[in-house]
């Protein structure tokens, strides 16, 4: 079958010097969605020899595993083959696992599975007795690394490889021969950091030879399990510690300035607490909003490593991303899905281009964009898609000052919420409408919207939800004048939004709250937040998903 993509980039390796980063759930999340978003054909490998798990992600029953073949049994396979004198060498294609049951398969593209080996009584010991240096001397290792790499890689458009954590026999296979590209993940420690950029030396440092004459992998440097609720002072300390290591290795060829836009934080992988029992698929058949923040950072992880693989390298980072670099992204995914005849899939890739090309004010495409993404919401009777469709285009309305056509439009959106009992997402129409009231100063009625919407958030008892009351309502405060109880609100929603801001948002919020002369240290202000939303983040993130910073605006709408 023909592959869609070149060969030399196609597979790539998860590593972790030090094991619980989350090196596994990341491949896991980032291989579900490269199938599902991307429609690719993703093959994931567990070469985790020592520990395998990845199959814990994909609910395969302990009878499928010990009846299954996989890594481990190909290598002793090979081994008898050279021995024996046998004319074919083995072939690992019939030991690949397709994963077709939901909630675990994808419903676009493909994902299969190949396994460390037959997971039975007897693999350890199998392990256990195989000699890799005898394997690599007598037996024509390399060779059969070749072709396996040969073999894994004909069926499908991209390949995630498990690996192993610090130095192993088998290190070298999955960080230096086999890939085309290495994703380095590293907790925020001075042991665990040293140790990826040791191996990250090693592997720019080996010889073609190693890698049957291919490039040198690219490399993307990975912090993960980054705190952004509790002690997010000390993960701040340590970004500005390491950052200038990061230069330093940049400027030695170690990292490329093409695969981290934004420096060390181009790919954080943030700690949530609640994610951290089990093996999670993060994915809205789970009950997951693509706004929470973790899996918004798979989310970019996988675009990112799509977009390496068609030769566009774009790795715009979650943190602090290049103003419009996810425009392209978002245009090949609309075609994506289209090519695939997949409309829902289509109209949600419309509707987040529209919101980005908004925020690079290109106001007219974004409202083309966001008309079309309203259409096949429309068209297929999905009202709640809709409304956010035709609440993304009064935000248009609104940057532009047509206030009466943004009145309209977040009316009819908060019609529509009201009406199917999105009560989560009439915060959002509600903050924007009393924005409006007040900018014309219509002051008793911006008050009666902004009561309104308080009223609601605070009845989900969903502290998010509140927080995100009070920074609309803060928007509105600030036009009216009102620069006391603005700060007083701030103060208050950071308490609340901690677990659902990332660092570049809550910074917007600190320096908005000091701008108003605010002098509180607010820095610490979400140690509760996490805990008090753990069971309550999809509600709390569907109302986040729309959310703009409507405090900065506000000021320069009054300025006007």
């Not at 054909?41 to 499928?64: I, K, M, N, S, Y």
């Not at 008793?444 to 509140?466: G, N, W």
């Amino acid at each position: 079958m023909r592959m869609l993509f070149t060969n030399r980039r196609q597979i790539v390796t998860f590593y972790s010097y030090k094991g619980g980063v989350g090196r596994t759930m990341a491949l896991a999340n980032v291989a579900w969605r490269l199938a599902n978003k991307h429609g690719l054909r993703v093959l994931a490998v567990d070469w985790d020899l020592e520990a395998p798990g990845l199959h814990d992600f994909w609910g395969l029953t302990q009878e499928e595993l010990a009846n299954a073949r996989g890594v481990l049994d190909f290598l002793l396979e090979w081994r008898n083959a050279v021995r024996k004198k046998a004319p074919a060498p083995p072939n690992v294609r019939s030991s690949i696992i397709p994963i077709t049951r939901r909630p675990h398969a994808p419903r676009f593209g493909s994902l299969s599975l190949l396994i460390a080996g037959q997971l039975d009584s007897g693999f350890d010991a199998r392990l256990a007795a195989f000699d890799w240096q005898e394997f690599y001397e007598k037996d024509r290792g390399a060779v059969a690394i070749e072709t396996l790499r040969k073999q894994i890689t004909e069926d499908f458009d991209i390949v995630l490889v498990d690996s192993r954590t610090g130095l192993t026999d088998t290190g070298g296979i999955c960080t230096i021969q086999l890939p085309d590209g290495v994703v380095l993940l590293t907790a925020p420690n001075e042991q665990s950091f040293r140790g990826i950029e040791k191996i990250a030396r090693g592997i720019v440092a080996a010889p073609s030879t190693q890698r049957g004459g291919r490039d040198t992998p690219h490399l993307w440097l990975v912090p993960s399990r980054i705190s952004v609720v509790e002690e997010v002072s000390l993960a701040e300390e340590w970004y500005r510690k390491y950052e200038a290591e990061f230069e330093r290795g940049m400027k030695e060829g170690l990292w490329k300035k093409e695969n981290h836009l934004s420096g060390l934080r181009s790919h954080e992988i943030p700690f949530r607490a609640r994610w951290s029992f089990g093996e999670q698929l993060l994915h809205d058949a789970s009950g997951v909003s693509d706004k929470e923040i973790l899996a918004r950072a798979y989310d970019q992880l996988a675009e990112t490593l799509r977009h390496w693989q068609l030769g566009q390298d774009m790795p715009a980072g979650l943190q602090v991303s290049t103003p419009g670099t996810s425009i392209p992204i978002l245009e090949t995914r609309v075609q994506e899905a289209e090519r695939r005849g997949d409309i829902r899939g289509m109209g949600e890739a419309l509707l987040a281009l529209g919101q980005e090309l908004r925020k690079q004010e290109e106001h007219d495409k974004a409202l083309a964009v966001l008309e079309r993404a309203a259409g096949i919401f429309l068209g297929r009777e999905d009202r709640e898609s809709y409304a956010d469709a035709i609440y993304e285009m009064g935000l248009v309305g609104s940057d532009q000052l047509h206030w009466a056509d943004a009145k309209k439009l977040f009316e009819q959106a908060l019609a529509i919420y009201e009406a199917i009992g999105a009560r989560g997402k009439q915060i959002l129409p509600l903050g924007n409408l009393a924005l409006i009231e007040a900018v014309q100063r219509n002051s008793a009625r911006a008050e009666e919207l902004r009561q309104q919407m308080l009223t609601i958030a605070k009845s989900t008892d969903i502290p998010p939800l509140v927080g995100v009351a009070l920074v609309l309502s803060s928007a509105s405060l600030i036009t009216e004048g009102q620069p006391d109880e603005s700060r007083q609100n701030i103060e208050n929603a950071l308490a609340s939004l901690g677990g659902v801001l990332n660092s570049h948002e809550r910074k917007k919020l600190f320096d908005i709250y000091h701008k108003l002369g605010g002098t509180a240290d607010l820095a610490n202000s979400t140690k509760q937040a996490e805990e008090n939303q753990a069971d309550q983040a999809p509600a709390a993130n569907a109302a986040r998903g729309n959310r703009k910073s409507p405090a900065a605006a506000s000021k320069k709408r009054a300025r006007k």
